[in-house]
């Protein structure tokens, strides 16, 4: 987050050779004929005096309200121009989040750094603090660790990205915890803690601490972010189920409707 953050990373690749001009992957444009409803907050759009009050995302084609579309970015990449273009609030904040990813995060993520790795909690046998490289894999969906010097991890020593659930601020080992203590480091230490296991990990300075806990916490939530591909793919289920329960709703009326004209014929 095959999971969901394999399929992301195969939209974004799929992304970046696009020919120009290709607006989305996600789907046609929605005409303003095909309902009333925002495909965001699934309330109903209210008409203006001149207007229909319809808007269309430039980046995922959905049709929204104006709440749900209150930024404009530049969709320059995608082939629309330099100008700022409507968009709706997911798109605007999956598209931040891919500039600064793309430009700061991933490289630095992938280059890595030399840190001091201390056993996690969930780590077994006496287990000493060593220097290890620490990167994202080539394929964007590990975080792993090795040897300075070597270029290849061990299959056991890596984390994948979508079992990650925080980065915390301090280790997760309490031996560990008090080793740092007794050093003065705690406050160079962070936790990249996921469903399985954790990593501990030493930086040089608070400074650089702070640095490595944004890089990896803006990637991981990035990596999390639904794609504008997947997010109006959930949208368009989503209203197809209101439109259900839309029509069962109507149904009931029509025969509650029909039974009180029977009972009010035969009542007579």
């Known amino acids: 987050m095959a999971s969901l953050f394999a399929n992301n990373a195969e939209t974004r690749a799929q992304i970046e050779q696009r020919p120009a001009g290709h607006m989305s992957t996600t789907g046609d444009w929605i005409p303003d004929d095909e309902g009333d409803i925002c495909n965001r907050c699934f309330k109903q759009i ?30 320059a990449r995608l082939g629309q121009g330099n100008e700022p273009v409507r968009v709706c609030d997911h798109c605007c904040k999956h598209e931040a989040r891919r500039t600064a990813c793309l430009s700061q995060y991933i490289p630095k993520l992938m280059q890595g750094s030399v840190f001091t790795k201390y056993p996690g909690q969930d780590s077994v046998g006496m287990g000493k603090s060593h220097p290890r490289v620490v990167r994202l894999s080539s394929d964007q969906l590990s975080i792993v660790w090795h040897k300075q010097g070597e270029s290849i991890p061990k299959s056991t020593a890596s984390i994948k990205v979508n079992e990650i659930t925080g980065i915390q601020p301090n280790l997760t080992s309490q031996k560990a915890r008090r080793t740092v203590e007794q050093s003065g480091k705690n406050n160079c230490c962070f ?6 296991r ?9 400074e650089e601490r702070d640095g490595w806990m944004q890089c990896f916490g803006e990637f ?3 990596a999390k972010l639904e794609t504008p591909e997947v997010m109006r793919a959930k949208s368009q289920l989503e209203l197809d189920k209101q439109a259900q329960r839309d029509a069962l709703k109507q149904e009931r009326k029509e025969r509650q409707k029909h039974r009180d004209e029977l009972r009010a014929k035969y009542a007579k």
């Open 191 to 196: 936790s990249v803690v996921a469903a399985s």
């Open 46 to 75: 209210k008409m203006g005096i001149f207007t229909s009050g319809k808007h269309h995302c430039r980046r995922c084609g959905q049709m929204i309200c104006g709440n749900c579309s209150k930024n404009k970015i530049s969709l």
């Open 220 to 222: 991981v939530q990035y």
């Open 198 to 206: 954790s990593l501990d990990l030493e930086c040089n300075t608070p």
